[in-house]
């Protein structure tokens, strides 16, 4: 499990510090929690111990397990339809980033970004989806340039970099 000064990552919020173990009592019941200090965000939560698993929260990936992502953006892009890039579609698929986003999976992120970066090639983006889209980014910069050791805007570089590579290697479907 975690222990105090372990760097972990909250779905949807990002890296956090376990700054420490807190007991509290509820009820009759003695309850432990990791208290999460927020690297890029002035934000503490707890998180009950016995509920982190089902929670999402999740060590740092592995700088092997960072390359596996990197290499999921040179994968083809499913076909998106004009009829999918459509404001009432965007509900479907705001649903779907979601729970992409709050699955804190490294590689769903990433290929949420690849889509919303395609997605963008091809209509102006909704405030929601901008939103969304800048989210993603500091997401997986956040945790990227940590393991990586190197500042967030290489990493966003390097993110948009690779994706501007797949595109004209013609593995994206346009």
């Not at 009759?28 to 939560?45: A, S, Y």
């Not at 083809?76 to 729970?99: M, V």
Request: proline fraction near 3%; charged fraction near 25%; charge should be positive.
């Amino acid at each position: 499990m975690y222990r105090v000064s372990d760097m972990v990552v909250y779905p949807g919020h990002g890296v956090a510090r376990i700054s420490r173990i807190v007991t509290q009592s509820i009820g009759k019941t003695t309850v432990q929690f990791f208290e999460l200090t927020f690297l890029n965000k002035d934000l503490t939560i707890l998180v009950p111990v016995e509920k982190a698993n089902s929670i999402g929260l999740r060590a740092l990936s592995s700088p092997e397990h960072i390359e596996s992502a990197f290499r999921a953006l040179a994968k083809p892009l499913r076909p998106i339809s004009h009829y999918e890039l459509t404001a009432s579609n965007w509900n479907k698929r705001s649903k779907a980033y979601a729970q992409s986003r709050d699955s804190g999976d490294l590689i769903r992120l990433i290929e949420m970004y690849r889509e919303l970066l395609h997605i963008a090639q091809k209509k102006e983006l909704s405030f929601g989806e901008k939103s969304l889209l800048q989210q993603t980014e500091m997401l997986l910069a956040q945790e990227i340039s940590i393991v990586k050791k190197a500042q967030e805007e290489t990493t966003i570089e390097q993110l948009r970099i690779l994706i501007q590579q797949a595109n004209q290697s013609g593995t994206s479907l346009v």
